[in-house]
């Protein structure tokens, strides 16, 4: 099922909704590297500027061993978004 969800054209997301996604992939365990590659064409710097846009709004955050975490705040987005994102 979770194939399903992100089974997904993200060329047709609004900005926020491409940050939102982001977001739940990283909390579905799928790496910088595969979100690139597999959801944004090979788009690191849009990639890039989401992951820093999540970090300064305190929903994503780095572990002191440099992997990504999402916050209790990134988790609660999560929840409000799950509607847009299927």
Do not use: P
């Not at 365990?29 to 500027?49: A, E, P, R, W």
């Not at 999540?54 to 440099?66: D, I, Y």
């Not at 975490?69 to 847009?84: D, L, M, P, Q, R």
């Amino acid at each position: 099922m979770l194939h399903a969800v992100f089974n997904v054209d993200t060329k047709l997301f609004s900005a926020l909704t491409q940050a939102i996604f982001i977001l739940k992939c990283l909390s579905h365990g799928q790496t910088k590297h595969q979100i690139v590659y597999g959801k944004f064409n090979g788009d690191m710097q849009l990639v890039s500027i989401w992951i820093n846009f999540l970090k300064e709004m305190g929903w994503l955050k780095e572990n002191t061993a440099g992997q990504l975490e999402i916050t209790e705040k990134g988790k609660t987005w999560i929840s409000k978004c799950h509607f847009v994102i299927r």
